[in-house]
């Protein structure tokens, strides 16, 4: 089974699965392409490679002591294997593409799962890896999968990759994306210092109709106004949402609430 799956070709592997492709399209925009591998493995790795690739085969269809894995246990593992798997897009392609071999249907479940173990870990370059191939088999394509993508590539400091896939995949309609991926989006440009990018946006969703859920947003773009030296346009958006502005923020209420609590404690005391 394992040689008729996996064959070296001219120092690197390919791994013969199963097409999950579905629609190329995602709710809101197309399916971000995922550019074909190159080859640009070292000869000498192939070998460990497979081999690699062909324990993780093994052990995630049998187990490791000759048992089929509960879908937990096969999604530990898999978050194991990425943790371990050295930092080439080849090898933990290669690698997803071994876990998926054997299964019916695509596990989307347990992938979501294992990004969410990898963000807990913080591994961003990973993740992005890992949702990239996800996308490449026409899998996950949701606002969440790239709100999830877009903030990992800020956090593995590629924020202008980042803003192409916004620009590519999302801002086309500015209509149906949640308020919290376009929070993301301009606290991407603001902690990146993309001030223009940060206006241009926030004026993108006035024109569509939407209007700001939380004032951390409008100190956002009012620092934004203000680095600029646009202050005629920082008074404006400051009486415009001056309603909004003067109203207690989430944080501001849960400082408020440990105020209190400090002053009881002192009291009871």
């Known amino acids: 089974f394992l040689s008729s799956q996996i064959e070296p070709i001219s120092g690197w592997f390919k791994h ?17 392409q995922q ?39 096969k999604r530990k593992f898999l978050v194991n294997t990425l943790l371990g798997l050295k930092d080439s897009r080849e090898v933990v392609y290669g690698t ?19 990004l969410s173990a990898l963000e807990k870990e913080q591994q961003w370059h990973r993740i992005v890896q890992v949702i990239k191939w996800m996308l490449s088999k026409g899998q996950g394509n949701t606002m969440r999968t790239y709100e999830q993508l877009v903030c990992a ?73 203000e680095m600029l030296g646009l202050l005629e346009e920082k008074e404006m958006l400051l009486q415009k949402y001056k309603d909004l502005y003067n109203r207690p923020s989430r944080d501001d209420r849960r400082r408020g609430s440990k105020s209190k609590k400090t002053e009881l404690d002192k009291t009871d005391g």
């Not at 591998?37 to 269809?61: F, G, H, N």
């Open 96 to 114: 997803l593409d071994a876990w998926v071999a054997f299964e019916q249907d695509f596990p989307l479940a347990s992938l979501k799962q294992a």
């Open 16 to 32: 013969a699965t199963r097409d999950f492709s579905t629609s190329k399209n995602v709710a809101g925009g197309r399916a971000y």
């Open 35 to 73: 550019k074909e591998l190159e080859p640009t493995t070292p000869a000498k790795d192939s070998d460990i490679i497979i081999k690699r690739v062909q324990k993780s085969t093994r052990e995630l269809e049998q187990g490791p002591v000759g048992k089929k894995l509960a879908s937990a246990e």
């Open 153 to 225: 590539l800020e956090k593995d400091n590629r924020a202008e990759e980042a803003h192409k896939i916004w620009q590519k995949k999302i801002a086309h309609d500015l209509h149906s994306v949640p308020w919290r991926f376009c929070h993301l989006m301009l606290a991407i440009y603001y902690r990146n210092n993309r001030l223009e990018r940060l206006v241009k946006l926030f004026k993108e969703l006035e024109a569509c109709g939407r209007k700001p859920p939380s004032k951390d947003i409008i100190r956002k773009v009012e620092d934004a106004y």
